[in-house]
């Protein structure tokens, strides 16, 4: 991160269902690493599939797939 600024990291189903949001505050300049559990909003373990994540500030927005595999 280049620049102090409010940043949400959002996990999606494949049918595009919001899973679980892992990031939602402001963040100063730096350098981070995130793990996702494999769990949804309420802690419970989510199925193995293809599952997507959704980085967005005020200046940038991407969506990945991913797979989870236990």
Do not use: C
Request: aromatic share 12%; glycine share 6%.
């Amino acid at each position: 991160m280049p620049i102090e600024e409010h940043i949400s990291l959002e996990i999606y189903n494949i049918i595009g269902q919001k899973v679980k949001t892992l990031v939602n505050e402001n963040l100063v300049p730096g350098r981070y690493i995130l793990k996702w559990n494999g769990t949804d909003q309420y802690n419970k373990p989510v199925s193995s599939g293809i599952y997507f994540y959704k980085l967005k500030s005020a200046s940038f927005t991407a969506t990945k797939k991913m797979t989870l595999m236990k």
